[in-house]
């Protein structure tokens, strides 16, 4: 693994994570210490039930839990990282070149989109360069994808947490932290950045599966997978329907449940491709 570019990139992105989160959460976490606790101990089981879940999508299943981990890490730290610098630079640029007003509504459903997508994508894309063989498919894309999308996601939640605390004067921890965990967890996680994420991830794994479709077919499947799973962020943080999250939300999972069956019907109709090692992971050996 460490004869791989791909891995250092990873390593890299990784490590840049942990730095901004020392800087950027951390201290905040030691400022608001009933907060924190309240969250964590929320947000990390949801973190590890939903992460049980999602490896058990057969072809995670059958690859090293190792890789499921790299993704977390993956979501949780580089992503995170790229994406928080990215928005910040992009926003910045937008609200000096558009209207105030179009700005302060529409930036989140411009920004967010293609800084985070991109980011966290690029861990499913690293995942495969390090090592091939575990990217079997588009159901081995939807779960790697959804694992980095998961992490992001905690993570993000974290930082909302402390933007709530922060918003009302700090005075009232505890009902604030409960406040943006309902609304994160309970009106959002059911298709938030795992959702999108995966559809993406289901994507980028059947262009680096399916080599017995043409390098056009491909790429235009991959590249379509990325620009829906923008379309789905986009929708999310657009101004429309503001007061209508369910309608809003439902949508998104009900693409991820069509993409998440077509892949596995795929990759059950799915033939060795050659690598050897890639067989060992097809849904025949598995059974």
């Known amino acids: ?36 606790l309240i969250a964590l101990c929320v947000l990390v089981p949801v973190l590890l039930v939903a992460f049980w879940l999602f490896t058990r999508i057969r ?18 730290l580089a992503a995170f990282a790229v994406a928080f610098l990215a928005n910040t630079a992009f926003s910045a640029i937008l609200s000096k070149t558009t209207a105030p007003l179009f700005a302060d509504r529409w930036a989140d459903a411009i920004v967010a989109p293609l800084d985070e997508e991109t980011a966290k994508l690029a861990g499913v894309a690293l995942i495969a360069l390090i090592a091939p063989w ?23 939640d974290l930082l909302y947490v402390f933007n709530t605390i922060i918003a009302t004067g700090g005075i009232e921890q505890s009902g604030d932290t409960v406040e943006s965990l309902i609304a994160r967890l309970v009106y959002s996680a059911w298709w938030s950045h795992w959702a999108m994420t995966a559809v993406a991830g289901a994507g980028l794994g059947y262009a680096i ?11 235009t499947v991959a590249v379509s997978a990325w620009i829906v799973a923008m379309f789905m962020h986009a929708w999310w943080d657009s101004p429309l329907l503001p007061d209508s999250t369910f309608a809003k939300g439902i949508p998104l999972l ?9 892949a596995r019907h795929l990759d059950r109709r799915s033939i060795a491709y050659g690598d050897p090692q890639r067989v060992s992971h097809t849904w025949g050996k598995v059974e």
């Not at 575990?134 to 993000?156: C, D, K, P, R, T």
């Not at 017995?212 to 491909?218: E, L, M, N, S, V």
């Open 1 to 36: 693994m460490t004869g791989r570019p791909a891995f250092w990139v990873w390593l890299l992105g990784v490590v840049m994570g942990v730095l901004l989160v020392y800087t950027t959460l951390v201290p905040q976490a030691r400022v608001f210490t009933i907060g924190t």
């Open 254 to 262: 009900v693409i991820a449940i069509v993409v998440f069956i077509a």
């Open 134 to 156: 575990v990217m079997s498919g588009a159901l081995a894309g939807f779960g790697y994808g959804a694992i980095i999308g998961l992490a992001f996601q905690i993570v993000e």
């Open 59 to 76: 072809p995670l299943r059958a690859a090293p839990i190792g890789y499921a981990w790299m993704a977390l890490a993956w979501g949780g």
């Open 209 to 219: 599966a399916r080599t017995d479709r043409t390098p056009a077919t491909r790429v």
